[in-house]
């Protein structure tokens, strides 16, 4: 094979590859973005802060235990915890105006910010490599936890099925999101499921920023990246729609990865800005939106 | 009228009153060690700028012993001065520091002001600046240029500083070299972007440490020998990153390199793969700069995918980070510093006396808190405080009004190696305000930065292409 050819093709790979990874972290993260629109219509804008907490507890538990599995528990349970304190606290008296619940959210956002800022600290920290791996596939070598990252998710993006299709606080979740009104008339506490919701959406922040701390730098301002992201494939994937959510970020993700071939990576994420525009003129919707 | 007798109830209440004082004062002694030594209370106030320390002690003795009824208090203070040296007088100096303590340079503003601030408490414990004290007053930049130009003027307007110096953002140093022309103000950036002292510099700027084109230029040479012939550079993509990436590609072909691409990411990048992925199969060495996390980052992904690549990079980038922590991703590394930051590596009176005052360890820890210093850029705070001083005695600075005379006997100083020019030799070129100096190239080994050779300041000089002597004042 023309040499060209071949180191175009391995950086294909790569760039692939490393595309469908961060679509699972991402989804993970945009799911719970999700969750808590399609369900209480708040636009969550402190997402990516309870995301950015998830990698921060992550790496407090990674550093006080050593153990990778210690630092995803903790981040999960706390902001879990956290979630259902946000929703009960702050949330609760705005749910269902979304103008509403966006300013409260960027206030909530700021806190989480500037508390991560006065404990952990303004300077990014690494994680240490939970699976300090590489792997070598057709002559590409790729991170090996990365590809742990990604199984992870995978579990997590099944086990996310398995509660919401085959549990019945699942069942509730979905019929509160279709007929709030209904739900509550079957006997459905509405209230209980919103609170429940909400603090699954933190917990599933929580896993995809805890699962991106061995990728990414832990820092406290590391959530506005991701937000930007997660909003990205909510909006394409058709708000408040899982599956739509799920679809758009194995789209987007692989897409952006993929075009800094050619172009820039910055240039790749206005490429991203664009397919959502493209998406929403031919789909106003999105592309799985009620 | 007779005088009426105390009552037998009164008498009563008197002796028990007594017993019970007695009773008091008796355990009181006892407890202080001994019930016929009286209690000592000793305060000590430490008063005075900086270390022409007055110790006033104040010692309050109290009297009383079992069955004493009476309580003498008696309090006396002795003033005495401790430290050699006169005591600066008069009215202070101030002297301005635009520091960067929060955001994204904060590790570099609270290690540049821990040190100035040493300094100052070190000139003031010698007389102060022609015999008067030296004040520091410090405003926060938040590492944002907005910011950082408003705390310049308030520095100047509202605190009256005589001199300003910082910040280490080259954004803000080139948004205030303005404000300083303009409010008749001397500035000390401590920045490194090029221009800083070059097309974007006026006569009221002079950078007394080093910036990125004589960094590249010292250390192309040797990175050349030592690295790789054919690199790749990758940098951050804001002024400080280009700078960087323009210099090496002016360099490096003149001393046999090649560049084969360059790779400009954003400032807090969350992957660094798609980046990678651009390098060429054939580059042998890779020249970045980034610092802190997108540095953490960039080493390890390329630790995994591209092992093959020689590491070459400006201190600036593990700045901050103890380098034994990051393990296998950095070994091997060749890093240009300014200042070694373990002692072992340039172990020289000065250096051990300098971290003595300032209260730095063996591997340019702050001892007391065990956090990580910038030494390799805060010296230069240190150096800018003495230079102040030597400069403001040679022209006997009275005020403000002085600015212009300052300037003058600034533009062309020259300072051996000391304690206050603790980096080394260097000089300032009278024509861009430039400081030059040694370099020093460093080899990661076990995680340690290991001098490989100190490259003489003449190295670094490049040929001036302003020349602000021509400039009023």
């Not at chain 2, 407890?31 to 110790?55: E, F, Y």
Request: proline fraction near 5%; charge should be neutral; include cysteine.
């Amino acid at each position: 094979m023309d040499p060209m050819i071949a180191e175009f093709l391995n950086r294909f790979i790569l760039v692939l590859t490393n595309g469908f990874i961060w679509a699972l972290i991402v989804a993970l993260v945009a799911l719970g973005l999700s969750l808590i629109f399609g369900l209480m219509e708040i636009v969550n804008i402190a997402h990516g802060d309870l995301y950015m907490w998830g990698a921060v507890l992550a790496w407090y538990g990674v550093t006080l235990t050593g153990n990778f599995w210690v630092g995803v528990i903790l981040a999960m349970a706390v902001m879990g915890g956290v979630g259902i304190v946000l929703e009960r606290g702050a949330l609760r008296p705005v749910e269902g105006i979304p103008a509403y619940t966006v300013v409260v959210t960027i206030g909530i956002g700021y806190i989480l910010q500037q508390v991560a800022l006065a404990t952990f600290g303004g300077s990014p920290q690494k994680m240490p490599d939970p699976f300090p791996i590489v792997i070598e596939f057709l002559g590409v070598r790729y991170p090996g936890y990365r590809v742990f990252v990604a199984g992870v998710s995978t579990l997590a993006l099944l086990g996310l099925w398995v509660f919401l299709f085959k549990t019945s606080i699942g069942l509730w979740i979905r019929a509160s999101m279709q007929d709030r009104e209904m739900a509550n008339a079957m006997g459905v506490s509405v209230s209980k499921v919103y609170a429940v919701t909400f603090a699954l959406g933190a917990m599933l922040a929580a896993l995809g920023g805890a699962l991106a701390s061995p990728i990414v730098q832990v820092f406290y301002l590391m959530g506005y990246d991701l937000l930007v992201l997660a909003f990205i494939i909510v909006i394409v994937g058709g708000l408040g729609s899982l599956k739509g959510t799920l679809v758009a970020a194995l789209i987007v993700c692989p897409l952006e990865s993929v075009m800094t071939l050619i172009v820039t990576p910055t240039e790749a994420r206005v490429i991203s800005f664009l397919f959502m525009a493209a998406v929403l003129l031919v789909k106003p919707k999105g592309l799985f939106g009620a | 009228m007779a005088e009426s007798e105390p009552s037998r109830r009164t008498a009563l209440k008197v002796a028990v009153a007594a017993v019970v004082c007695g009773v008091i004062a008796g355990v009181g002694g006892w407890i202080a060690g001994s019930s016929m030594a009286p209690p000592r209370t000793i305060t000590k106030t430490v008063t005075g700028p900086g270390v022409a320390k007055t110790i006033t002690e104040t010692v309050t003795k109290t009297v009383a012993g079992p069955g004493v009824t009476k309580t003498v208090t008696e309090t006396e203070t002795v003033t005495k001065t401790v430290t050699a040296g006169p005591k600066p007088s008069g009215p202070p100096i101030r002297i301005g520091h635009l520091a960067d303590m929060t955001g994204a340079l904060a590790v570099y503003g609270y290690s540049n002001n821990l040190i100035l601030s040493k300094a100052i408490e070190y000139i003031n414990a010698h007389g102060g600046i022609n015999g008067r004290p030296v004040e520091l007053v410090v405003e926060d930049t938040e590492t944002k240029v907005a910011t950082g130009t408003s705390k310049m003027r308030k520095l100047i307007e509202y605190h009256k500083v005589d001199v300003v110096i910082g910040s280490q953002h080259s954004g803000i140093n080139i948004a205030c070299n303005p404000i300083a022309k303009e409010l008749k103000t001397l500035h000390l950036p401590i920045g490194e972007a090029y221009a800083t002292t070059a097309q974007k510099g006026n006569r009221y700027v002079i950078r007394i440490n080093n910036n990125v084109r004589e960094q590249v230029k010292a250390g192309i040479e040797d990175a050349i020998k030592y690295v790789a012939k054919k690199w790749v550079t990758m940098v951050v993509d804001y002024a400080w990153g280009w700078s960087n990436e323009e210099e090496f590609r002016r360099y490096a072909p003149q001393y046999g390199g090649e560049v084969l691409k360059s790779i400009r990411v954003p400032l807090g990048t969350k992957d660094f793969m798609p980046y990678i992925a651009q390098i060429p199969k054939e580059a042998e060495g890779i020249f970045y700069a980034f610092f802190f996390g997108d540095f953490l980052s960039l080493i390890r992904d390329l630790h995994a995918v591209r092992p093959d690549l020689k590491q070459y990079c400006p201190i600036c980038a593990p700045e901050g980070i103890d380098t034994e922590t990051l393990g296998e991703a950095f070994e091997g590394a060749y890093v240009l510093s300014w200042f070694p930051r373990y002692l072992s590596e340039y172990d020289t009176p000065f250096n051990r006396k300098f971290r003595e005052i300032c209260g730095i360890d063996e591997k340019g820890k702050e001892a007391k808190t065990g956090k990580m210093l910038t030494l390799s850029h805060s010296w230069a705070l240190w150096e800018a405080a003495f230079t102040l001083k030597r400069a403001m005695e040679e022209i006997d600075w009275k005020s403000k009004e002085d600015t212009p005379k300052l300037i003058e006997v600034l533009e062309d100083m020259s300072f051996k190696e000391s304690l206050f020019h603790v980096q080394g030799e260097k000089f300032i070129r009278d024509v861009d305000h430039q400081a030059f100096m040694r370099h020093f190239l460093m080899h990661v080994e076990n995680g340690k930065l290991k001098l490989v050779k100190i490259i003489p300041l003449e190295k670094s000089i490049y040929k001036p292409e302003v020349d602000y002597t021509k400039e009023s004042f």
